[in-house]
């Protein structure tokens, strides 16, 4: 792999993981947004399966891998599910920011976000930490996702998103952390999802349906 | 040694295993107990033993240093009283229906999984290794949280995971971010992320990279801990969590969470001077001081109001960490053993409270002390404890932690936080006098205390008379740690 | 006949704007009739609005009682912009006598000083449908606006320049960079863009009769005659200008050299006339399978063409290919 292939690879993961970022911003539907969220995993996977190619580097790829199978098969499945039991509750109801403003907001976060990490591109000028200011501003957008939805289902998209994002980072700016922190940080996403959804199971057992408005009873 | 080593985390996870294997009997419980008293031990043992010596296991992984010691006798502690509790407390739960089987097979599993995941992150000598373990920790404790399945409990399950997980990723990304800062300054890829490799690299880390990191930390590790801005899921998960869990929780989780924001600290400092993170703790520890206090004023439900107080003393330690003398570090150690102790109190006090009213407001409860000898001393002991009243323990590591920062030059910050804490005080007298004293109202339910509680309570208070009259051996511990901390004055 | 004659500039630039004035009608002719095929009906002709436009201007000349030289001179200013922005840009050939203003803030202040032409126009009227019009139309100008700039800026971050004629050759130069992220997300964010701001399906319907449902037809309502011929010719001419700047922006094969032979003025506006009726065809092909979209929805839409323009200016800054 060239040196121009591989910066124009990774770049176009990059954008495309942003890209997706944006959409899920932009679309309301919950089921368009999981599918947007395995294409984001896609996005994902790409970086380091091109990173362990241009450095002959096999351990690299598969962790690609099984980040491609985690992050964009099993756990939007996963998702798809919780949706799929949602009976015409498929469209959010109106998220607390209305899109134009959400979209205004994403773009300002996206600005932020390369500010924000000048030093670090500063510390090491390669292009595969030029493109992090992306996963970043993917960061940044997921926490503004997950503030402002109401949906039990759209808050755990949020949360995903935001996993993708500081995966991303770790990819770009290390190639990987260390096997067990990265292995340990797949399990707690997927913990993480489990619980998530088996409380929005319980949710709807208990409140008859998952807009989180419902849960205000602990005030003050 | 190094089977000592990992004992801590072997022993609860041997119980959790035979608990899942047994369920929910009295042999199960009893080994949970044991495998507490195994870390408290092992504690101990280590703290005689160690001296101020760094200790490794395990490829480098684990360590152990006064620090960890320190934070494993408050595990130990705390575990030991609160599954002594557990054991009375599920058994008449389950009489009265409050839970079932498959939830008391839940918690027997649940409960020693969350010790071992404590203990694995004060033994961590590897940072990535601790962020899993503090993980893992809200892994356990969700479930444990909707413990009770009711409304309230899923509410307070959902905010406590989703906030929670936010800001463990956002530490995750501190983490990745520091382990880039480390590779840069030269450490190999294997053990970069390992506390005295970084110790060994401080000045040559990037400073600007370190900041990013340090303030990502700070708001992750601090969203665990119950510091501003990531507060809101504390009150909610403490007060719907069963009693010995919430114990654990308020006691020991938010201080482990503190205790990696404490070796981070270390990193930091060396890397980019003290004053990044001093001014950071400085604006969490106060705003976390006083939205606790402003909510303490205004508290209807006791279990919320004990919650709200441990907030406030999360805030006072992060101030405290914030003066980084060796003398504000040790008696902020102090304070951490103190707390917790008088926490288990008050909330297994609160679990029998609630169990004999059926709620948790304070306007139900009157004339704890006529009704109950054992509920009433124990939480009034309790709550003169965190009142920081002589002679307990409380009183000692506030004073001197005022003290400290005053030499550390930083007056107007204690003047706030005293200022703070007389407000938390104040609100916390006039509930507990209104809980406490007095007649009780006519037709007040009768106060059931298990057996196992009644024990653990008077153990607790015992414990604190104790360590409020001589902190003895435990001195040399606290200020051994505070000289590795950096503290230097 | 030689390669070598050179023709002055000039030249080049006439005949672009003599190819647009006689192609526009062409192109709007071209696009009703492929969407006619496509639904089924046999259309009307590629000529046709040429036949409408003679028809229009044989017509006796009709002003609204009320209306002041605003309602009068609008027609002219909108054909009068778009002349000069056809002669601005590199349609044809690359060297215009213009090219010194030839940057990308002085064609889209044209665009902008003709759609402001139009909406004081459709409010000179004084009728409920012409300010109804006026107000959506300044709307989605106020969105498009910065995002045309933004999204052609994007473009002229690699040549590090503004004009039009060194961001065309530096794409034809480098063609690799029309697969960077901040090239792509730059030509979603014009596509739609430009959609809006000709008043193209979904953002606005050009064969709409409801007048509820009006954009830009609903400011020209008022117009008969000659002044109704000028308006349309310079609807059209404003569409295939931009569509040839799309064309050229990303696709820059064909265009000619800025001394150019005659050979190469011929291959250019070939390339050209090609590149437009190709555009022209595949929008006309997405208008069939477009809903119109609900007035309220346009601005979600016009937002996220923007976040898409600025992501393209901050991706071709970001992800600059180191050389």
């Known amino acids: 792999m060239t040196q121009a292939t591989y910066n124009g690879v990774l770049n176009l993961a990059a954008g495309a993981f942003l890209l997706a970022a944006v959409l899920i911003v932009w679309r309301r539907e919950l089921r368009s947004i999981v599918v947007l969220l395995a294409w984001q995993g896609l996005a994902l996977a790409a970086i380091p399966v091109t990173e362990g190619i241009y450095h002959h580097d096999a351990a690299l790829v598969i962790v690609g891998v099984v980040v491609l199978v985690l992050r964009a098969v099993i756990l939007p499945l996963l998702l798809v599910r919780a949706v799929g039991t949602e009976p015409h509750e498929r469209r959010e109801s109106t998220p607390l920011v209305n ?3 959400s979209l205004l907001i994403t773009a300002a976060l996206t600005v932020l976000a390369y500010a924000v990490t000048r030093p670090i591109i500063a510390l090491d000028p390669s292009p595969a930490t030029r493109a992090v200011p992306a996963a970043f501003a993917v960061i940044l957008i997921a926490v503004f996702v997950m503030v402002s939805r109401r949906r039990a289902l759209s808050q755990a998209v949020g949360f995903m998103m935001l996993d993708n994002g500081i995966a991303a980072t770790a990819f770009l700016i290390t190639a990987g952390v260390p096997l067990i922190v990265e292995l340990g940080a797949s399990l707690d996403v997927t913990f993480a999802v489990l619980v998530l959804g088996l409380l929005t199971g319980y949710m709807r057992a208990t409140f008859g349906g998952t807009d989180l408005d419902q849960l205000r009873e602990l005030r003050g | 040694m190094s089977f000592l080593l990992v004992l801590p985390i072997l022993a609860p996870l041997t119980a959790a295993a035979l608990a899942a294997v047994l369920g929910w009997r009295p042999l199960t419980a009893s080994v949970t107990v044991v495998a507490a008293l195994c870390v408290l031990v092992t504690g101990v043992i280590l703290g005689f033993t160690n001296g101020s010596g760094v ?47 498959k939830g008391a097979n839940l918690y027997g599993v649940l409960v020693p999984v969350f010790l071992a995941a404590m203990a694995s992150a004060v033994l961590a000598n590897n940072i990535g290794v601790m962020w899993v373990a503090i993980e893992a920790t809200t892994v356990a404790t969700a479930f444990l949280v909707g413990h009770r399945r009711t409304r309230a409990a899923l509410e307070a399950t959902w905010k406590y995971v989703v906030i929670c997980s936010v800001g463990i990723a956002l530490a995750f990304l501190g983490t990745v971010l520091l382990y880039f800062a480390s590779l840069h300054a030269g450490a190999t890829s294997g053990d970069a992320l390992n506390i005295d490799v970084l110790l060994a690299h401080a000045s040559r880390l990037d400073p600007a990279v370190t900041s990013l990191a340090a303030g990502l930390l700070l708001l992750g590790y601090g969203a665990k801990a119950g510091l501003v801005p990531f507060h809101t899921w504390l009150a909610d998960a403490h007060s719907q969590a069963p009693a010995p869990v919430s114990a654990l929780m308020s006691g020991v989780l938010l201080s482990v969470a503190f205790y990696a924001l404490l070796r981070v600290k270390s990193v930091v400092d060396l890397a980019v001077g003290t004053g990044f993170l001093r001014t950071g703790l400085i604006i969490v520890g106060l705003l976390t001081l006083l939205i606790a206090a402003s909510l303490l004023v205004v508290q209807t439900d006791f279990k919320r109001m004990l919650a709200y107080s441990s907030m406030e003393n999360m805030g006072l330690v992060a101030v405290a960490a914030a003066a980084g003398t060796k003398l504000a570090i040790a008696a902020l150690l102090l304070h951490v053993l103190a707390h917790g102790i008088a926490k288990t109190l008050v909330f297994l006090g609160s679990g029998q409270l609630q169990a004999a009213h059926g709620s948790t407001r304070i306007s139900d409860v009157t004339g704890v002390l006529a009704r109950s000898r054992m ?27 005022s003290r400290a920062l005053a030499d550390a030059h930083l007056g107007w910050v204690l003047g706030a936080a005293l200022l703070l804490v007389v407000v938390a005080f104040a609100a916390l007298v006039r509930n507990g006098s209104r809980m406490l004293l007095g007649p009780p109202t006519p037709g007040s339910p009768a106060i059931a205390v298990p057996r196992s509680v009644a024990a653990a309570l008077v153990a607790g208070v015992v414990l604190s008379l104790l360590l409020g009259l001589t902190v003895g051996p435990m001195l040399q511990l606290f200020q051994t740690a505070a000289t590795m901390l950096g503290g230097t004055r | 006949m030689s390669a070598a004659t050179e023709l002055p500039g000039l030249t080049a630039t006439a005949l672009q704007v003599v190819a647009v004035v006689a192609g526009a009608p062409f192109v709007v002719g071209g696009m009703r009739q492929v969407r006619a095929r496509l639904e089924g009906r046999a259309g009307g002709g590629i000529g046709q609005p040429w036949r409408d436009l003679r028809k229009q201007l044989r017509k006796q000349q009709i002003t609204p009682a009320g209306t002041t030289v605003v309602f009068g001179f609008a027609p002219a200013v909108v054909a009068g912009t778009t002349l000069l922005i056809a002669a601005i840009l590199p349609l044809i050939a690359l060297g215009s006598p213009l090219d010194s203003a030839a940057d990308l803030f002085g064609v889209v202040g044209l665009l902008f000083l003709g759609t402001v032409a139009l909406t004081l126009a459709g409010l000179d009227t004084g009728t409920a449908f012409g300010g109804m019009g006026s107000s959506r139309e300044i709307t989605i100008a106020a969105l498009v606006e910065p995002t045309i700039l933004l999204a052609v800026f994007a473009l002229s971050v690699p040549g590090h320049s503004a004009n039009l004629a060194a961001i065309v050759s530096a794409t034809a130069d480098h063609p690799g960079q029309l697969v960077s992220p901040g090239s792509l997300l730059a030509f979603v964010a014009l596509a739609i863009v430009i959609i809006a701001e000709t008043g193209r399906l979904p953002v606005d319907n050009p064969s709409t009769h409801l007048e509820l449902t009006m954009i830009h037809e609903a400011m020209i309502l008022e117009y008969a005659g000659p002044k109704l011929a000028l308006v349309e010719w310079a609807s059209g001419m404003r569409l295939t200008v931009l569509l040839g700047l799309v064309a050229n922006l ?3 094969w064909g265009v000619a050299g800025a001394h150019p032979s005659v050979l190469a003025v011929l291959i250019g506006l070939v390339a050209i006339s090609a590149k437009v009726a190709v555009l022209a065809g595949v929008l006309a092909t997405g208008e069939v399978f477009i809903a119109k979209l609900r007035y309220f929805r346009i601005p979600e839409l016009l937002a996220g063409s923007f976040l898409l323009a600025l992501l393209a200016v901050t991706a071709s800054y970001f992800f600059a290919t180191p050389t």
């Open chain 3, 250 to 252: 990303f696709l820059p």
């Open chain 1, 99 to 101: 899109t134009t403003t």
């Open chain 2, 55 to 101: 200790r490794f296991a395990i490829a480098n992984l684990f360590r152990t240093d006064a620090l960890s010691i320190t934070m494993l006798i408050v595990i130990g502690t705390v575990g030991t009283l609160a599954t002594w509790a557990s054991v009375g407390y599920i058994d008449a739960e389950l009489t009265h229906g409050h839970t079932d089987a």
């Open chain 2, 375 to 401: 509920v009433g001393v124990t939480f009034l002991v309790g709550l003169a404890i965190l009142l920081g009243l002589p002679p307990f323990a409380m009183f000692a590591s506030e004073l001197s932690i």
